[in-house]
Nanobody, 117 residues
Framework: VQLQAFGGGLVQPGGSLRLSCATSGFTFDDYAIHWVRQAPGKEREFVAG???????YYADSVKGRFTISRDNAKNTVYLQMNSLKPEDTAVYYC????????????WGQGTQVTVSS
């Protein structure tokens, strides 16, 4: 099983980045996929999620700025991040949720997003 997050980098405040989470080794269509982030010295926090049926949900802190989407043909989930703020600086992870109330089955490695002038 692999979840590979990439697309992070250094961006100025107000800028945009698009993260990708490429997956393999499990039945992608059967899972919701979440983006979770962890800033230095802070707990991991939920950012955005997309269900098997393509419903989306977001943390209040990113609503209206971030958009999550999925391409089941490519087993990939995307996170378009616009109007980035310094407080969005974190390592961003993707995780697979079977939607059984049991938590995440799989995690990927993270990708660093730094928002700074």
């Amino acid at each position: 099983v692999q979840l590979q997050a990439f697309g992070g980098g250094l961006v100025q405040p107000g800028g945009s980045l698009r993260l990708s989470c490429a997956t393999s080794g499990f039945t992608f269509d059967d899972y919701a996929i979440h983006w979770v982030r962890q800033a230095p010295g802070k707990e991991r926090e939920f950012v955005a999620g997309i269900t098997r049926s393509f419903s989306t949900y977001y943390a209040d802190s990113v609503k209206g700025r971030f958009t999550i989407s999925r391409d089941n043909a490519k087993n990939t989930v995307y996170l378009q991040m616009n109007s980035l703020k310094p407080e969005d600086t974190a390592v961003y992870y993707c995780a697979a949720d079977p939607q059984r109330g049991t938590g995440y089955d799989y995690w990927g490695q993270g990708t660093q997003v730094t928002v700074s002038s």
